[in-house]
């Protein structure tokens, strides 16, 4: 039994891709490049913009235009943040469980605060968190430890009584370097890099539903 579930927000608790490569795709517009699937792009979305200007315009902090498009992206995607993103199937009945025993549910996510708590706004979710921690809200992002402790700390919660559910290898990591309970999820966006069997997550889940039975709620 867990006495709180944290949530990563892209590719976890929100289904942003849509939005992040229609972004991208404005950058590459201005180049006169032609659009990119969003499908290709969709593993890298977890990997915040460094991942897509990767991923979209094969651009590194190295190149020195980087800092100009980074700052682009940012604003494209704060015109447009919630068109067509949407919960992952299963949220609002997962968190409905969590409240009716009054358990606190939050997110912990990487995403600049200027940027996470509108997109929670429009969803509708932004007053139902118990917490929500961005990656400017600590001195650290994750996998750093810093934002998982400040978390439990505004849900007055043991990080080894909450449970952390994630897609990309980071969650894992900062969930586990405060001892929290880890949940790896197999719809998420899950990156480029090592298998999501080898993360070292406590638990692999397929559908969104299945974190109910590791939280606790039947």
């Known amino acids: ?35 990119v699937p969003p499908g290709r792009l969709r593993p890298f979305t977890s990997q915040g913009v460094r991942g897509m200007l990767r991923a979209g315009l094969d651009m590194l902090p190295s190149d020195p235009r980087y800092g100009e498009f980074h700052e682009r992206f940012l604003r494209y995607y704060s015109q447009d943040i919630c068109v067509e993103t949407t919960v992952f199937p299963g949220i609002d009945e997962l968190l409905g469980g969590f409240e009716r025993r009054g358990s606190p ?14 997109l929670l706004a429009r969803l509708g979710y932004a007053k139902r ?6 990656g400017d809200s600590a001195r650290r992002a994750k996998p750093a430890a810093q ?21 990309d290898l980071r ?48």
Request: hydrophobic residues 50%.
């Open 1 to 35: 039994m867990f006495d709180a579930v944290l949530f990563d927000l892209d590719g976890t608790f929100a289904d942003t891709a849509p939005d992040l490569a229609a972004a991208l795709n404005r950058l590459r517009a201005d180049l006169d490049l032609a659009p």
């Open 105 to 118: 549910w939050g997110i912990i996510t990487n995403k600049a605060q200027r940027f996470t708590l509108p």
């Open 129 to 134: 968190a118990a917490c929500v921690v961005s």
């Open 147 to 167: 934002p998982m402790q400040l978390a439990c700390s505004l849900i007055a919660r043991d990080p080894a009584r909450c449970l952390y559910v994630g897609d």
């Open 171 to 218: 969650d894992i990591q900062a969930g586990r370097a405060v001892g929290m309970g880890t949940v790896a999820v197999r719809y998420g966006y899950l990156g480029d890099g090592d298998p999501i069997e080898d993360w070292g997550a406590d638990h692999l889940v397929e559908h969104v539903l299945e974190i109910a039975a590791l939280a606790g709620i039947h």
